[in-house]
T-cell receptor
């Protein structure tokens, strides 16, 4: 079952702008992960945030987690054309497998 | 270089035919997974395996079968019982069940 749900479904911005996408989920989690998928390729892991963490950074990526609201956000700063991809959140609540959302499709135009 | 290799990249299935998708990893990961992705959709879990000779059904296991005889290999068979097999199939692996997953580049399966 797909527990995570990303918002918006699609996002179009210009290079240099920031991109923010959100993920909401339904049950308590152990951790939440964000992945990127370029067209026709496999997913690439971006960042993992544990349930006891509130914010995490990796390069131009910033992830926040609010367990009281059951939501997370991914911020990509100073977007580049190469950031064009679909972004998925994945939640772990079983310890055995991840549940992926339907993704946010990001288009960054020069 | 360590990674996951899926083959073939494209596969065509005739009516009533079983086909097998290959997935091999050299990351020494214990856990492996198979997902199905339909256009504009997220990933749906078909099967997963946490250890050799053991595997569990995911959300959409009907019409699929797997084996895990070696740590490195987790092949997926799409049987003739799967009536709508056209999709993009992704294999992944991780050290443990809730750790970051590494993905192959997928197999696109179509019906002839």
């Amino acid at each position: 079952s797909q527990q995570g749900e990303e918002d918006p479904q699609a996002l179009s911005i210009q290079e240099g702008e920031n991109a923010t996408m959100n993920c909401s989920y339904k049950t308590s989690i152990n951790n939440l992960q964000w992945y990127r998928q370029n067209s026709g390729r496999g997913l690439v892991h971006l960042i993992l945030i544990r349930s006891n963490e509130r914010e995490k950074h990796s390069g131009r990526l910033r992830v926040t987690l609010d367990t009281s609201k059951k939501s997370s956000s991914l911020l990509i700063t100073a977007s580049r054309a190469a950031d064009t991809a679909s972004y998925f959140c994945a939640t772990d609540f079983s310890g055995y497998a991840l549940n992926f959302g339907k993704g946010t499709s990001l288009l960054v135009t020069p | 270089d360590g990674g996951i290799t899926q083959s073939p990249k494209y596969l065509f299935r005739k009516e009533g035919q079983n086909v097998t998708l290959s997935c091999e990893q050299n990351l020494n990961h214990d856990a492996m997974y198979w997902y199905r992705q339909d256009p504009g959709q997220g990933l749906r879990l078909i099967y997963y395996s946490q250890i050799v000779n053991d595997f569990q059904k995911g959300d959409i296991a009907e019409g699929y079968s797997v084996s895990r005889e070696k740590k490195e290999s987790f092949p997926l068979t799409v049987t003739s019982a799967q009536k709508n097999p056209t999709a993009f199939y992704l294999c992944a692996s991780s050290l443990e069940g809730n750790q970051p997953q590494h993905f192959g580049d997928g197999t696109r399966l179509s019906i002839l």
